[in-house]
């Protein structure tokens, strides 16, 4: 975005280019998400983002903040990590303690977060809430 400039040039001040990639604009979710080990949703404030049911339908382990509806989509260290929203030592510890656990813990976690979308935000679970929404209207 307007920040691109800014950040583009930090990385370089800072001689962190080799930590840091800027990939723009992804055309092909799923393919980015495979590629991931881990998904981080640092959110300040937030609504209900898909993002993070992409990442956990995806059976990647999530680190994310509590703001808005992100404390209703993971539940701390059952299927995800949640760390206090604006809090940066939280979300380091959320991550420490993350790339401490091993392989089957972490896919443990990515499994439990697949299974929460899979029921609980599935495209039919979805249509029958509205849907019962809907008859109690009329």
């Known amino acids: ?13 800072k001689k962190i280019e080799h930590n840091i990639s800027f990939i723009g604009n992804i055309k092909d979710i799923p393919e ?25 339908a995806s ?7 509590n703001a808005g509806g992100l ?16 809090d940066i030592y939280s979300l380091y510890n959320g991550l420490l303690n993350m790339l401490s656990m091993s392989a089957n813990e972490l896919c443990l ?3 439990s977060a697949k299974k929460t979308v899979e029921d609980k935000f599935s495209i039919n679970n979805s249509a029958k809430r509205y849907n019962a929404i ?5």
């Not at 980015?32 to 956990?56: K, N, R, W």
């Not at 989509?73 to 760390?83: A, S, T, V």
């Open 32 to 56: 980015f998400l495979s590629i991931l080990d881990i998904y981080i949703q640092p959110s300040i404030t937030e609504g209900f983002p898909l993002s993070v049911l992409e990442a956990m």
């Open 59 to 65: 059976g990647l382990p999530i680190i994310c903040s």
């Open 109 to 111: 976690l990515g499994n």
């Open 1 to 13: 975005g307007s920040l691109f400039k800014e950040y583009k040039d930090l990385v370089i001040e």
């Open 71 to 86: 404390k209703h989509m993971i539940y701390h260290k059952k299927n995800g990590i949640l760390y206090k929203s604006g």
């Open 134 to 138: 809907y008859n109690g209207l009329l």
